[in-house]
């Protein structure tokens, strides 16, 4: 079963989120993006939650990179009102499945993740159509990285487990 990852840095957020998500779906935590890849490693990600800018920085770098080389994962991003344009240019990119304003609504927070997990299913049935989905990588992928995303932590997201992730990596 494919499960949710939720990389956000905020207690209540990472409260509301396990109330509304925590009896339907298998719902994962991480503070950081050394935990978050951890936890994809070791567990089937379906769709990964986050926010694009938090207390511990901007996550905006990680969406793209993990959406080049894993399209096959959708994001949905929590923000709110101040921070709305930085998602509705994820959006425009291609880089966000869906986006979710703060305080996160119950019922909203649910057909957008139950979107999101048919969508990471009906791509991993048909890895054909990923073509679709995939993104232009960025000329200077290294000027993307925040200090906080060393290459290490590039290099394993690019690795990421084919047995974990359906398909394998598009670069």
């Not at 009896?23 to 936890?39: D, G, K, M, S």
């Not at 906080?148 to 359906?166: A, M, V």
Request: proline fraction near 6%; charge should be positive.
């Amino acid at each position: 079963m494919a499960g949710v990852l939720v990389i956000e840095d905020d207690p209540d957020t990472q409260n509301r989120l396990r109330e509304i998500l925590g009896t339907h779906y298998q719902v994962r935590f991480a503070n950081n993006a050394e935990r978050a890849l951890q936890l994809m490693e070791q567990h089937e990600t379906g769709v990964v939650i986050s926010e694009a800018e938090t207390s511990a920085g901007d996550w905006t770098a990680l969406i793209k990179i993990l959406k080049q080389y894993h399209p096959q994962i959708p994001t949905v991003v929590i923000t709110d009102r101040a921070n709305a344009q930085v998602a509705i240019d994820l959006i425009n990119e291609g880089q966000v499945y869906r986006m979710l304003l703060k305080p996160v609504r119950m019922g909203t927070c649910r057909l957008s993740i139950e979107s999101a997990i048919g969508h990471y299913w009906q791509l991993k049935r048909n890895p054909q159509v990923l073509k679709r989905f995939a993104v232009n990588p960025p000329r200077k992928t290294q000027k993307l990285l925040p200090a906080w995303l060393s290459t290490g932590l590039l290099d394993r997201i690019k690795r990421l487990p084919q047995r974990l992730l359906g398909v394998g990596p598009q670069v």
